[in-house]
C-alpha cells in the first residue's frame, strides 16, 4: 500500500446514520435509500477508520493465492461484492458501514467529491427522501491486480 494520508472523517459520526437506510432494492439485493431528502452537494457519506477495511494488494494476493476452503471462497466473494478499488492507495477498500448496499446506476445521483476523495461520497443532484441511492460503478477506477475479478466491479459484464 502507498504511504498516502488517507482522509478520513474527523468528525466522531459518519453522516450516512443520519442520511440512509437499508431496504430491499428493485436494483439487487438490499439497497440503501434516503431517510431525509439530501440535497445536491451534500456529502452523505465520510468513512471513519472503524468504517473501512483497506486491503492491500500483499494481503489480497496471498489471499488469493491461498488454499481455497468454502469459507475463504465465501470472504473472498464478500471482499469482492462489497469492495471498491482506490488508486492512491493501491488497495481495495472493504466497506464495514451500509455505504457497502449502494447499487449501481448509469443515471447515478451519487459519486465521488469534486476532489475525487474516496473516502466520501456527495449527492450529484436532489435525492428525495425514499430514492435509493446509486453509484455509477463505471466510472470506479478498475484495478490491474484484478483483472481475473472484473465481473464484480465492471457493471458491463452483470
Given amino acids: 500500500m502507498k504511504d498516502t494520508q488517507i482522509p478520513y472523517n474527523p468528525n466522531p459520526i459518519n453522516p450516512i446514520d443520519e442520511y440512509a437506510e437499508v431496504k430491499l432494492s428493485d436494483i439487487h439485493g438490499l439497497g440503501l435509500f434516503a431517510k431525509k431528502k439530501i440535497p445536491k452537494g451534500t456529502i452523505w457519506w465520510h468513512a471513519r477508520p472503524q468504517d473501512v477495511l483497506i486491503i492491500s494488494k500483499g494481503h489480497f494476493l496471498t489471499l488469493n493465492s491461498s488454499h481455497k476452503t468454502t469459507f475463504i471462497r465465501d470472504f473472498m466473494h ?6 471498491y478499488y482506490e488508486r492512491d492507495l493501491d488497495a481495495l477498500i472493504f466497506c464495514l458501514d451500509n455505504s457497502r448496499f449502494v447499487n449501481h446506476s448509469f443515471n447515478a445521483n451519487s459519486g465521488a467529491s469534486e476532489d ?12 428525495q427522501p425514499g430514492e435509493e441511492i446509486t453509484e455509477d460503478y463505471s466510472k470506479y477506477t478498475l484495478c490491474s491486480w484484478l483483472e481475473k475479478y472484473k465481473k464484480y466491479f465492471d457493471p458491463c459484464c452483470w
Fill in 78 to 83: 464478500y471482499i469482492l461484492t462489497y469492495s
Fill in 116 to 127: 475525487e476523495n474516496g473516502f466520501c461520497a456527495v449527492a450529484l443532484k436532489n435525492i
